[in-house]
């Protein structure tokens, strides 16, 4: 009997799936061989994780709840019954992270790097911390009072406070809020304890919060401060932005951005000291429910924390590293050195952070000043702040040249940097474009259109990831240059579709979602299955940073069930159960968590000894699949193909250390090396070759 490759049990909760991911960036915090602030990183990026997740998921469920969806979840659960079970597992999650910091405090000590609680500071260190809250935290504190009179008042996102209580003279006991100043650091340094260590410089500091509760006598006086509790606001981010009705989208997001602070709560965490009548002021004021309040122990956001990997402290990290400008680019990655003449000889690949991302800004700089470029068109998604390739992109429109940047004003918490490039391109006179209505453009694609002996040539770059030099040290990602003409002709009908009136058409080479890239990878996989069907070699190799649209899974259980070998990657959430008996046997799947973000995609078909290997920035998700542009470019010079599937994807597969393995359940379980098993990192693997 043929499985019902439906069923609900075959799949993973997407909601709890991501949870489990953000456990694997926890279990990197609490892994006691990372180097210790790396551990502090990986934790305040698991704090900060976890208050998106309540921002974007969480508030999803709640919104559908609210609005009655009933519809079920390919796992077959309702929204409700969705929203129990990631409130239950995500406040086991948050208590976990808290045992897991305590931790890592005790090894900061340890470390000489002291986080002291207000109460246990010397006299001299107080004096510091007090002469810092009058001269610097005092000016910047407003307190707002709760009374028939004044309302109660808004608390901001991610925004940290007290709630306190205080009586007046004549016994009247009322209620207070102040904020703590996000401008304002969360670890006020306090100095030594008096002497330095025998070793090296100690560090201390105290919690700005624990300062400013000490010191709340001065923003009242004449009162009493009876009781202070701190708490953290979380509010919905999501934007529901109405594009068909919008006559500016570019305004329209804007208004989403400032209104994004303004959205209902979600979540609200306090200490356990917190009186319960305090707790109801909050409750009813911040229109919550019990349910939606997390109660934990101090400190409240840990994402602060990353303040703490600032120190100069290189023997508590990672060892630095330069990444490296392949040897065949050495020269045309200088200055003055024609980079168009190398990708006119060869394709050209490029897999940062190991190799440099400098030749990439580099084309672009250097089109920008040649007087033989005409045009340069880009896709930008985040490029982050004092962006070189929007610089670029400037220069060249005042040099005179076509420039099109078309700006995904929708990249969520980005929203405001892109809106800032928007007007400085356009008011250089680039054409910017804003994408198309009901979709995010997600690629990450250039096109620079060059003269060259009386004809017209055009250089494309395709990538995994986007056009941020700083991200470019800290994710890995692909880069792929060509001259190739077909790919060419497929970038220039990709910016005319999004820039003008075009329709979606065929593609010679590319496989663009919405328009035909779900179609397009099916019909791949079906190759492969008719392959395997007639004993011929078949396997899928594919490495991505999430699986959960269901008819992809449905159609990969359907190619196991052929005899196709199917090997994933996927960094992190995965709706799919690998191993399943007659369901999902022939397939694995593994999840990689380590010192930089696992960013690639990349999706390798064997296709009988004559493999395909598509690179790009699609995963396999609803949203990329049918509500966004996408691009995935295939790598067509042999060399690179088996550079993709002997060099890259064999490192992953064969990584034993930082490699967690999926079972058939649903569960993750991290790999050791075997007794006599040569331990393998991946990412130090191919940082070691990068360094030759």
Known sequence: MTPDTRDPSLFVNRELGLLAFQERVLEEAEAEGNPLLERVKFFAIFSSNMAEFYMVRVAGLKQQVAAGVSELSPDGLTPSEQLDAVRVAATA????????????????????????????????????????????????????????????????????NLAVLVRSSSGEERFARVKIPKALPRLVPVGPSGSESGVRREHHFVWIEQLVSARLGALFPGMEVVEVHPFRVTRDAEMAIQELEADDLLSSIEEGVRRRRFGSVVRVTVNP?????????????????????????????????????????????????????????????????????????????????????????????????????????????????????VEALLDAATEGKEVTALVELKARFDEESNIEWARALEAEGVHVVYGLLGLKTHSKVALVVRREGGKIRRYLHAGTGNYNTVTALEYTDLDFLTADENMADDATALFNYLTGWAEAHDFERFLVAPAGLRSGFEALVRREMEHARVGREARLRFKMNALVDPQMITLLYEASQAGVTIDLIVRGVCCLKPGIPGVSETITVRSIVGRFLEHTRIYYFENAGDPTCLIGSADLMPRNLDRRVEVLVPILDPALVGRLRDEVLAVYFADNTTARVMHSDGTWERLRPAPGEQPVDAQSVLLSRARG
């Not at 019990?290 to 508590?316: F, Q």
């Not at 990708?343 to 440099?356: A, G, K, Q």
């Open 93 to 160: 999650l948050l208590h976990r992270g808290r045992a897991v910091f305590l931790g890592i405090r005790d090894a900061l000590a340890a470390e000489h790097i002291f986080l002291h609680d207000y109460e246990d500071l010397t006299s001299e260190q107080r004096t510091r911390a007090e002469a810092y809250f009058d001269e610097t935290v005092f000016p910047v504190l407003t307190p707002l009072a709760f009374d028939p009179g004044r309302p109660f008042p808004h608390i901001s996102n991610l925004s940290l």
């Open 273 to 389: 000291g917190m009186p319960a009548f305090i707790r109801d002021i909050l409750l009813e004021n911040l229109k919550v429910t019990p349910a939606d309040v997390i109660t934990l122990g101090p400190p409240l956001g840990g994402s602060d924390l990353m303040e703490l990997y600032k120190l100069d402290r290189p023997d508590l990290k990672y060892e630095p590293f330069v990444p490296v400008v392949p040897s065949s680019l050495e020269d045309a990655a200088e200055e003055g050195h024609d980079l168009f003449a190398a990708i006119r000889e060869r394709d050209i690949m490029l897999h940062r952070p190991f190799e440099s991302f400098e030749p990439v800004v580099r084309l672009i700089r250097q089109a920008a000043a040649d007087p033989d470029v005409l045009a340069i068109k880009m896709t930008l998604y985040r490029v982050g702040r004092n962006s070189p390739i």
